[in-house]
């Protein structure tokens, strides 16, 4: 979504006072952020699109730190399992996070600032008024300009080398778009994997599909999904007993070799220990249309939503 400027009267920050649960940081108010420029980012840890924007916002984070800027991630939740905080902490500790995160189990600062989209970007000025605001991925070089302009700085933008998990969508190829597993929002499903046309996606096996998310009754069931696309990318949580399960990926009924993504391996073993977002495939030559059949082989697990790149 498209940047915008902003000068609203009350303070952009209020909201943070009344947050309880923080990460890497004793709590922040807004008065003990007062003179301060400070950067929101809004996201939840298994988005993609934000997952896509987090080493420009390390970067900053890292350049700016001693020269005024505080970075505040805010995490507003998706899934269920995107509210506990053991969760989140795992994830902040393993994406290397080193800013303060606060927990927006209830969406408040969230609404405080009329969020649109993960990920949402505010830059809040000394005073507390928020001046530029971004939703969705992009616009980075204006982004770091306008932290600098509220810093009082002039220099070049940094450069930042956004790869694996983060590397830029191949927008000009990609053909399909995000798409739901659970019953509240899913599209696209058909009743078998057999001769799937473009975007169309089928369940094998015992599958009980809830709101937000597909659960595995029996082990050996598998999705199936034909796409357009560079990467392929599934939400998962293991079963409840937290043991690890083991999944198998095939591309057009082989295995993916050198199109193989970074949580599985060049025979399309992987395995799931922790409910987040995992990259099936990575394809080398780029974005094509392509068959993906995901076969879990204990039961328990859920997948909740796919995205691609």
Same mark, same amino acid.
């Given at each position: ?51 896509? &924007? ?13 020269? $005024?800027? !505080? ?7 998706? *899934? ?26 209830? *969406? ?66 990609? $053909? &399909? ?9 899913? !599209? ?16 094998? $096996? ?17 999705? &199936? ?35 193989? $993504? ?8 992987? &395995? ?38």
């Amino acid at each position: 979504m498209s940047s915008s400027h902003s000068d609203p009267s009350h303070n952009a920050l209020a909201a943070l006072d009344r947050a309880a649960v923080w990460i890497n940081s004793e709590p922040l108010t807004a008065e003990g952020l007062r003179g301060q420029v400070v950067a929101i980012d809004i996201g939840t840890y298994s988005c993609v699109n934000w997952l896509r &924007t987090l080493p420009y916002v390390q970067a900053w984070d890292a350049r700016y730190r001693d020269r $005024g800027l !505080v970075v505040v991630g805010v995490h507003s939740p998706e *899934f269920g399992f995107e509210h506990e905080v053991d969760n989140v902490s795992r994830a902040v500790s393993e994406l290397r996070i080193e800013y303060p995160v606060v927990l927006d189990n209830d *969406f408040a600062i969230w609404r405080s600032l009329k969020n649109e989209a993960w990920p949402g970007l505010y830059l809040v000025d000394r005073d507390g008024r928020a001046r530029f605001r971004h939703f969705g991925e992009g616009a980075y070089e204006e982004i770091e300009r306008t932290i600098q302009q509220l810093l009082g700085i002039d220099e070049q933008p940094a450069s930042i080398d956004a790869t694996g998990l983060a590397e830029a969508a191949d927008w000009d190829a990609l $053909g &399909t778009g995000e798409t739901y597993v659970g019953a509240r929002r899913g !599209v696209g499903r058909v009743a078998s994997p057999d001769d799937l046309a473009l975007n169309e996606w089928a369940f094998s $096996g015992d599958w009980r599909v809830e709101d937000e998310s597909a659960l595995l009754a029996h082990a050996g069931g598998s999705i &199936t999904f034909r796409f357009r696309a560079r990467d392929v990318n599934l939400v998962l949580a293991p079963p409840p007993s937290g043991a690890a399960s083991r999944f198998a990926i095939r591309l057009d009924d082989h295995p993916p070799r050198d199109d193989h $993504g970074l949580d599985i391996d060049d025979y399309g073993a992987g &395995t799931l220990d922790e409910p987040r977002m995992y990259q099936l495939i990575r394809q080398a030559d780029g974005a094509a249309e392509r068959t993906c059949e995901i076969t879990f082989l204990d039961a328990g697990v859920r997948a909740y939503v796919f995205t691609f790149g």
